[in-house]
């Protein structure tokens, strides 16, 4: 009798590396990029069709849940500029010690929160 059975497959499988969850962001990131860039599209059709329609909207951006929404993608905004200069660095071989990747993993999220605190604040 083996005391060393495998793992189950979804044990075994499926272990999160903070390398593939930061690949993972920065795809997920880019598809909420896309989908921000189409609302901020019907945001200006809506300003450019008049003043009743930018009533309506004026009313709509007063709401908590649209400040949050423009909060995230703000840090989007930001995740996904750092990460992609990272990625950068990889492309010329630069910066691919493990250790460097982790580090730099912790900064792309330090860094994209300050920023995001930092244009918050401004406003």
Same mark, same amino acid.
């Given at each position: 009798m083996s005391l060393h059975r495998p793992l189950s497959p979804h044990l075994s499988i499926h272990k999160k590396v903070l390398t593939a969850v930061f690949s993972i962001f920065h795809r997920f990131t880019g598809i909420c990029l896309s989908l921000g860039i189409i609302l901020l599209s019907i945001w200006i059709m809506i300003v450019a069709l008049g003043p009743a329609y930018y009533s309506i909207f004026e009313a709509l951006s007063s709401l908590i849940i649209? #400040?949050?929404f423009l909060f995230l993608w703000t840090l989007t905004i930001f995740y996904h500029l750092y990460n992609g200069i990272r990625y950068l660095f990889w492309s @010329? +071989? #630069? *910066? *691919?010690?493990? +250790?460097?990747? @982790? #580090?730099? +993993? @912790?900064?792309v999220i330090i860094l994209s929160i300050l920023s995001t605190l930092v244009v918050w604040a401004s406003v």
């Open positions: 649209f #400040k949050i @010329y +071989g #630069k *910066m *691919m010690e493990l +250790g460097t990747v @982790y #580090k730099s +993993g @912790y900064a």
